[in-house]
């Protein structure tokens, strides 16, 4: 959190220049609230370092930063893709979260999410399409810089941010049938319920997949449904 709150004081400061000249006493008060907050997790961490490492058989978990630091890319190239990937192109490998080979989205929430992403990027200089964008990399950022990838337990974070983008795409497209027809209210109710006819459907699936032909067992894998 403190980093997302950072990145975003700075993006603030290049899209509105006068921003950290009229806000520095508010930015000085919450800067000093999150050091008193995060200060005894910090200093836990830095006393047991051991405490915040997530141990897997067969590899190294920090292994795409050690190599970045070798002069060897390639690792953290493939982590960074692959976590992207998970918005509708790849998925969490572990059994624990998740069956390995689903895509986060469905292919309808994909297509919305990326148009969202691309909308965002558009209006990058509007604060609240910077703060979305900003949070959801910040919070993907554990994953990149792990492996395997993607993983969905240190991508968490991120599904607050992410399901903004289909939300970007649907509202966009409500504004603009109301502009083009106006407040007839069959016509709303029409958009509307082509809105739900997009969004629900996938959700009877994914519920047949977890809990139908692969019901989760405790500590990971699958048991027949």
Known sequence: MPI???????????????????RWRDLLIMTAVMAILCAPLAFYLITHPGAKQLSYTGFDVDQPVT???????????????????????????LSYYDLP????????GTVLFWMGVVLALWHWRDPRYGLVLIGWLVTL??????????????????????????????DLMWQRAR???????????????????????????????????????LGGGCRPG
């Open 4 to 22: 997302l709150v950072a990145a975003f004081v700075v993006y603030l400061a290049l899209v509105r220049r006068g921003f950290l000249r009229e």
């Open 67 to 93: 190599d970045l630091l070798a002069a060897k890319p390639q690792l953290l190239v493939e982590t960074i893709l692959q976590t992207f990937g998970m918005f509708g192109v790849t998925s969490d490998p």
């Open 101 to 108: 080979g689903r895509t986060l989205l469905e292919p309808v």
């Open 141 to 170: 950022s554990p994953g990149m810089l792990s492996q395997p990838a993607p993983n969905y337990a240190r991508t968490v974070g991120a599904m607050a941010f992410a399901f903004i983008f289909p939300g970007i795409v649907l």
């Open 179 to 217: 502009a083009k027809w106006g407040q007839a209210v069959w016509k709303q109710f029409a958009v509307a319920l082509v809105v739900l006819l997009v969004a629900i459907p996938p959700g009877p699936r994914v519920i047949s997949l977890l809990f139908g032909r692969c019901r989760p067992r």
